[in-house]
Each structure stands twice: as C-alpha cells, then as structure tokens.
C-alpha cells in the first residue's frame, strides 16, 4: 500500500479515558493535558454512566462475558427478549432482532429486501455497510441526489421493475448533519410501491419525540429500520426493527442473524440500561439540539459555512486533505480533540472536521473551539 498518499494514510491512534467522560487522553504520548472529546459519537454521554455500568457488570457476572452461540441455538438470554420487546415498544414496532453490531444488522436489512432480481435507489451519501448490502444482494444500483426527492421520483417513474424496489436511505447523515424529510419520503415510496429501509442509526436517542428517531413521525410504513447501541445508547450492538411478519422473514432466513454468536449480555444489559434513561428524560435530545443550533449559528457568524441539520453532527468542510490534518493538529495544540475526515469517506474535495456535540460537555466548550479555529 505504498502508493497512498501521505495525507490518505489511516493511522491507528489508541487513547486512554480521562477523568471525564468527555476526555480522552492519547496512549504513546507526553500529553500532560487530556483532549477534550469532539469527535466520538457517544452523544448524551452514557458510555459511563453509573447505571449503563451497573447492569453491564451485573449482567457480567450472572451471564459471562459472552452469550457462548448464536440465537438459534444456545445464545439467547432473557436479557436479549427484554431488550428487544422493551425496544419495540419504544419505537412503536412490532418486532425488534438485536444484531452483534450495526454493519451486520444493515447487511442483513438489505439482503432481506431485496436481491438479483431488485432494484435498489440508494441516497448518495448513505453508509459503507449498506452499499455492501446492496453489492451482496445481487439487486441493480441506483444512486439518487442527496435528500433530492425529484431525482429520486424521476428514477423511480422511469424505473421498470417486476418485485418492488427498496429505497435506501439515513434519518442523520454521519458526515454531512443533514436529515431527510422521512415522512415525505415514506409518502413518496408508498406511492410508488416501494419498500422503505431507513437507517436510524445517528439519530435514536437524540431526534424525533422523546429520541425516538424520525421515522416513528411518518404516518406511512417504514419498511425497516436499523439503529445501532454504540452512539447515543453508550453500548455496543445493533438491532432491526419492523413489523411481525418482517421480524419473522428475518428470523427464519437471515444468515447475518443465524449464523453469528449473540450480542454480548453486558451490551445488551448495558443498552437497556440505557433505553430506560431515554425513556425516563425524554428533554436530553431537544436539549442537546438546542444546543447543537447554538453551536451551528455561531460557527456560521464566524464566517464557516453553517453546517446542515439539526443534530449533534457538524461538519467543517476544510477541501485538501492536508488542510484538514493541519486543523485537527491545530485544535489537538488546543486541547480539543476533533479528527479530520477524508476520502474516500466523504467525496473528493471535501475533507472536513466532524464536530459532535455530546451533552455533558463544559458550558465553554464553544468559546474554546471557535479560539482554537479563529485563524483557519
């Protein structure tokens, strides 16, 4: 791989947690001061969070550490039919399968959906894992404009197609902090017979009512959503959600979910834990997107441009790579840890600083970013 360029070169950083939850401190250095966490995706802080800890080591010590096979077999606990059940009636499903991790459970959405006689109209921008659903499908591409949705009825009119096509798309974009209108979209599939498949992976915990995720807002069927326990739940794990007979299909044939050992019972323990604290301050998302508007206007007035959405995601498009190595070393210099993101994870052209907001960061955390990137 010597021909990567120095500024696309993936370097394995490894970090110790600080004091704080929201400080990291990188391993292998003389750092006598922590970074301040801009960039995990941990959003409302609950990775460390007393009681997630609690019913992890609770769970650790009454299960093990691992569930020792698959679901099928001898992995599942009443830990993962707690979840699950409590799960579905949070999002208003009928049935909720956990997954060992959000790329799987995504594989198997799509391979559920669709295959080598499908059609699939995929959002431009949408994740890695998914594309590889599609690939593994068999199922024809089409890549639609993002968040267009006249590129993406054009396609689907002038589409000929014998089984109904899938759309594919993201209730929070994790590069670009924008959110589709999800039930314009679900009206928009429905009318033309097409199934739904949203990843709600970025939003769950934080947007929609009580964190719900912009899906549970469309009155027409999302055909299947995916989310993930590793972000706002501070667990690790994934799940899919859809209707009984969806819930069903999966079970009885989805390879991704038979032939994989079940999620670990302190991540389960963990991401239930979790799924109660939600439920108990449904005014942690609103509060956090109060916040995230602050941040996006005040970044905006200091001449950037204002990044897109509502969420906790906010991208800082820099354009060269090295720019965007040479801004992140700049904020690491002031205490801030925030990592530049580059192709062929964003398009050419567009590398950027993610910014992510989590809840529990110090009130002077804006005041010391904008500082830090006043001379970018």
């Given amino acids: 791989m ?79 039919d707690q979840l699950e059940q409590a799960l579905a009636h949070f999002l208003g499903r009928e049935r909720v399968l956990l997954f060992p991790s959000g790329f799987q459970a995504n594989l198997a959405a799509v391979i559920a959906l669709t295959d080598r ?37 054009r396609r689907l009119k002038t589409s000929k197609h014998s089984t109904p096509p899938l759309v594919i798309s993201e209730s929070l974009f994790s590069m670009e902090g ?88 302190p991540l389960v323990a963990g991401a239930h834990a979790a799924l109660q604290l939600i439920e108990r301050h449904p005014h942690w998302g609103t509060t956090l997107i109060a916040r995230c508007k602050q941040w996006r206007n005040a970044l905006g007035q200091q001449g950037w441009q204002r990044p897109a959405g509502i969420g906790p995601i906010l991208p800082l498009v820099v354009g060269p790579d090295d720019s965007a190595l040479a801004l992140q070393r700049q904020l690491e210099q002031a205490g801030l840890l925030c990592v530049a993101i580059r192709p062929p994870t964003v398009p050419e052209g567009t590398a950027r600083l993610r910014v992510v907001l989590r809840r529990d960061l110090p009130n002077d955390t804006l005041e010391r970013l904008l500082d830090a990137i006043s001379t970018a």
Avoid at 16 to 25: C, D, I, K, N, S
Avoid at 28 to 43: C, E, F, I, K
Avoid at 224 to 245: E, P, V
Avoid at 247 to 262: I, M
């Fill in 2 to 80: 010597s021909d990567i360029q120095p500024a696309r070169r993936r370097i394995l950083r490894t970090w110790r947690p600080g004091a704080t939850p929201w400080q990291l401190e990188p391993q292998g250095t003389h750092a006598t001061n922590p970074l301040l966490d801009l960039a995990s995706n941990d959003y409302l802080g609950l990775s460390r969070h007393p009681a997630l800890i609690h019913a992890a080591s609770e769970a650790l010590r009454c299960n093990g550490v691992g569930a020792g096979g698959s679901r099928l077999v001898t992995g599942s606990r009443p830990l993962h």
């Fill in 117 to 153: 006689h499908g059609t699939v109209f995929a959002d431009r921008l949408i994740h890695h894992s998914l594309l590889v659903g599609v690939k593994a499908s068999g199922a024809r591409l089409q890549r639609f404009a993002h968040n267009d949705w006249n590129d993406l009825e």
């Fill in 178 to 265: 924008s959110s589709p209108d999800v039930p314009a979209l679900a009206r928009l599939c429905e009318h033309y017979g097409a199934n739904l498949l949203v990843d709600e992976a970025h939003a769950l915990g934080v947007l929609g009512e009580g964190g719900r995720g912009l899906c549970h807002a469309s009155t027409q069927p999302v055909k299947l959503i995916s989310g993930t326990f590793g972000k706002a739940f501070g667990s690790g794990g994934a799940f899919l959600a859809g209707d009984a007979a969806m819930g069903d299909l999966l079970l009885q044939t989805s390879g991704a979910f038979r032939y994989t050992t079940a999620l670990a019972p």
